[in-house]
Nanobody, 123 residues
Framework: QVQLVESGGGLVQAGGSLRLSCAASGRTFSGYGMGWFRQAPGKEREFIGAISWSGRTLTANSVKGRFSISRDNAKNTLYLQMNRLEPEDTAVYYC?????????????????WGQGTQVTVSS
């Protein structure tokens, strides 16, 4: 079992940057595929990006070129670097773990989820 805790959210002005972290418990973090999702009020949860156990990444077109995903298996931590933030990026951001280890887009395929961290971008 994996427990996930996100951190790093907050209030930032448009054009600014934030780095979200997702700390994972458990010794098998390195074998999990990891993903980032976000959910804005009144909207469905949206895929942001994923990283496989081997480090391959996939980023949604909506954030490509601005957001990047990385992981540090030694620290059991997943990261989401967000640059050139826009008010439309305002949402609760969630990390998730997929025990199959691959690049997973569908939220239903992730077994474990964090509690989320709020990101608010002011104009």
């Amino acid at each position: 079992q994996v427990q996930l805790v996100e951190s790093g959210g907050g209030l930032v002005q448009a054009g600014g940057s934030l780095r979200l972290s997702c700390a994972a418990s458990g010794r098998t973090f390195s074998g999990y595929g990891m993903g980032w999702f976000r959910q804005a009020p009144g909207k469905e949860r949206e895929f942001i990006g994923a990283i496989s156990w081997s480090g391959r990444t996939l980023t949604a077109n909506s954030v490509k070129g601005r957001f990047s995903i990385s992981r540090d298996n030694a620290k059991n931590t997943l990261y989401l670097q967000m640059n050139r933030l826009e008010p439309e990026d305002t949402a609760v951001y969630y990390c998730a773990a997929d025990q199959n280890g691959g690049l997973t887009v569908l939220s239903s395929l992730y077994e474990y989820w964090g509690q989320g961290t709020q990101v608010t971008v002011s104009s």
